[in-house]
């Protein structure tokens, strides 16, 4: 049977969220935040093969783009790659993603295109959530409104 969706391949190496020095101390900040791009490289050479369609969201190298602005840092310039990145989600229209990435954050222009492209498998889910949290009796957070 011949898969009629289509799927993208997002590469989105972005590292500038990534504030891991911490955890590494044998390397210099700069370097061990940067490793999150090289990850997302890695992720797309060691991905196997397919015929998916890879586009690559541009992010900026220049370790002095980390200006902290309202409180985060490098907003503006992860301001500018998540605009980027949902440029491509809609100049492509995927049904599907696969997203080979950087740090924690590229998660959420993915989430964001597909919820919108899906809003009844968004409503379907959150109902299946519920129902489940009920049954488990998992406490919503505090200050959480109860339905």
């Not at 210099?28 to 490793?35: E, I, K, Q, V």
């Not at 740090?103 to 964001?112: A, D, I, Q, R």
């Not at 899906?118 to 959150?126: D, H």
Request: hydrophobic letters at 35%; aromatic letters at 8%; proline letters at 7%.
């Amino acid at each position: 049977m011949e898969d009629k969706t289509s799927t993208l391949r997002l590469i989105y190496p972005q590292w500038q969220g990534g504030i891991v020095n911490h955890w590494m101390p044998d390397l210099p900040a700069d370097d061990a935040s940067r490793g999150y791009y090289l990850g997302a490289q890695l992720l797309n050479i060691l991905a196997p093969p397919s015929p998916q369609k890879t586009v690559e969201v541009p992010i900026s190298l220049d370790i002095n783009d980390r200006e902290t602005d309202l409180g985060i840092s490098a907003r503006k310039v992860i301001l500018k790659q998540t605009k980027a990145a949902l440029e491509l989600l809609h100049e492509n229209a995927p049904e599907k993603i696969v997203t080979l990435g950087g740090e924690c954050s590229v998660s959420v222009v993915p989430f964001t295109y597909l919820a919108a492209k899906y809003p009844e498998k968004v409503a379907e889910m959150s109902k299946a959530y519920e129902a489940w949290a009920k049954r488990c009796m998992v406490e919503h957070y505090p200050g959480q409104k109860k339905k």
